[in-house]
Nanobody
Framework: VQLQASGGGLVQAGGSLRLSCAAS????????IGWFRRAPGKERGFVSF???????YYADSVKGRFTLSRDNAQNTVYLQMNNLKPEDTAIYYC?????????????????WGQGTQVTVSS
């Protein structure tokens, strides 16, 4: 399976962006898809994941501002990001969960997309 992240850009603080993660493969509906981000000078960290049933979980830092959803007919997961803050500036990556380890760990995921840059100006 291949994943392609898109939708990043430059936005002012308080603004919104919607990221997309498009996947190939006929079994997309069974995948758990996670989003991670790497801020400048930091390691890649957990943002959110969505299971096959559509339930999403979020890092505390984005809870209440970000919403993750999926459209299985389009083989796409959407990360709606509202009330963006400068500290949300990062490269955002999507990936498919590849093991039963914790879904908030980078090492649990595989088939990483190339990432999309989000820059939030103050």
């Amino acid at each position: 399976v291949q994943l392609q992240a898109s939708g990043g850009g430059l936005v002012q603080a308080g603004g919104s962006l919607r990221l997309s993660c498009a996947a190939s493969g006929s079994t997309f509906s069974s995948y758990t898809i996670g989003w991670f981000r790497r801020a400048p000078g930091k390691e890649r960290g957990f943002v959110s994941f969505i299971g096959s049933g559509g339930t999403a979980y979020y890092a505390d830092s984005v809870k209440g501002r970000f919403t993750l959803s999926r459209d299985n007919a389009q083989n796409t997961v959407y990360l709606q990001m509202n009330n963006l803050k400068p500290e949300d500036t990062a490269i955002y990556y999507c990936a498919r969960r590849g093991s039963r380890d914790s879904p908030t760990r980078v090492s649990t995921y595989e088939n990483w997309g190339q990432g999309t840059q989000v820059t939030v100006s103050s």
